[in-house]
């Protein structure tokens, strides 16, 4: 197969004989995306549009490519015109209930947006609740997900596998994503494997039907390689949703989904379309086995403090960078470590977009470290060259807030309502660290100048942080798999007394 450079090119010979082609132009901007430049991708998308003003595929484009290029109101009212144009698309509808969210919109409205989708595309589908099992033995459980591969999800998911108790429960994958070296390795770890990425919704469900599971639990969500419309088909008595998605699904006929009471605080269920199920914690973490102990923080070398966010450059809002602007501001020599949305080698022609970005809000870019996209490896070598890990709001971070802590960090989150606005809040609590919490503009602002008036405390966290979350809750991957099992029995427990 080959990668995306080439088809790239190949793409591109063919365009050149059909420049009228409205489709292929579009087909073109997506492997922009894939090459991490937006800024290509997006004048594509544009010439596609004049080509081809009625295609919604030009308009979707231009909505993903100006979130990358850190512009959510922009994409918003992409997606507002693609829908104006594609009114049956359903990816669409879940597009929009994401860029609600990315730009802060009201719990209200967020959650009008996914009730549309679900109203409009899930359920239609919807059928009856299939019957347990009789006799049931061990409880089967189906992972439903895009992502078993070199993904983030792993790092919190992994280790539950590796936890799952086999005499109890039986795991059966349903895998719709792209295989890559790490997929054998996790299909491993389950007693029955499914590779579905080429059935579509309805064959899946039919599959998932079949192989008579008792609790099937989506991970992926609203995010790329979504199958709600599988669960919205109810293949299964118990449907859950967990981790892929901060947020509720706008489906009607799930069981339930997993989180904590700090992700979803007490009331969060006026904005979900599913039930909450409350862990102790929301997830664990498994650190990389190769990441080297925390060296010396890096203020005490270079004498000035380094900020720095390794989450994706499209959580960065307006509002996050005018508090980065405001702790600039007031710590003299400080500076901002940023991954951009471009490839590497490109920082010039595909980084300066968002260098204007950042001029644009007051960021001084003579002050930032802006970053190509990263290798895993290279990602987390960034951590060393970091003193504060600042997260994005309203979007948070939640696997890169757990490696962060883990190469010594001390994280900051300023939480918000909705549970894509509080990962990286759950994560902190689940480690015991719940000072990186703030819950305004103004207290995210003096925590971070306060932390970077303490060099010698940074350096002392950076030491010692290793030891305390091995005592925490956040890497304790037994207790919460225990907790886990238990929720799913009760599950079944109570689906049989009404059966």
Known sequence: MKNPLEQLADCLQRLSKAPQNGALWCEVGFLYL?????????????????????????????????LKLGDPPAARAAISEAIRRSPNDQRLYSALAYLHQACGSTPATVLAAYRDWGQRFADPLSSARPALRKPRGKIRLGYLSADFRQHALMDFFAPLLEQHDRQQFELIAFFSGQADALTAGIKARFDYWNEVRTLDDAALAKLIQRRGIDILIDLSGHSE?????????????????????????????????L???????????????????????FACFAPPPDLPEPGP??????????????????????????????ILDAVPNAR???????????????????????????VPNARVDLLPQQSRS??????????????????????????????????????????????????????????????????????????????????????QQRGHLRTSPLLDQAGLTRELEAQFTQLVTALSATC
């Open 34 to 66: 894939k090459i991490h430049d937006p800024a290509e991708a997006l004048a594509t998308f544009l010439a596609a549009q004049q080509i081809a003003p009625r295609l919604g595929d030009a308009w979707f484009g231009e909505a993903i490519a100006r």
């Open 259 to 281: 989180s904590d009471s700090i992700m979803d605080p007490p009331g969060n269920e006026q904005w979900a379309t599913e039930p909450i199920i409350r862990l102790p914690h």
């Open 225 to 257: 390689g979504t199958r709600l419309l599988t669960l919205a088909r109810r293949p299964a008595p118990i449907q859950l949703t967990w981790f892929g998605y901060n947020g509720t699904s706008g489906l009607s006929v799930l069981d339930g989904r």
């Open 336 to 362: 901002l470590r940023l991954i951009g949305p471009h490839a590497p080698g490109t920082e010039h022609s595909q980084g300066q977009h968002w260098r204007q970005h950042l001029a644009a809000h007051g």
């Open 297 to 326: 923080a890096p203020c005490l070398q270079n004498g000035y403090v380094t900020f720095g966010s390794l989450n994706n450059v499209q959580k960065v809002s307006p509002a996050t960078l005018t508090c980065w602007r405001q």
């Open 378 to 463: 290279d990602f987390f070598r960034q951590g060393e060259a970091i003193d504060i890990a600042l997260e994005p709001f309203p979007l948070s971070g939640a696997v890169t807030t757990a490696h962060a802590l883990w190469q010594g960090l001390p994280c900051l989150t300023l939480a918000g309502t909705l549970p894509a606005e509080r990962a990286a809040a759950a994560i902190l609590a689940a480690a015991n660290l719940p000072a990186g919490i703030v819950e305004s503009p103004q207290a995210y602002v003096q925590t971070a100048i306060h932390w970077a008036s303490e060099p010698a405390g940074l350096d002392a966290q950076r030491r």
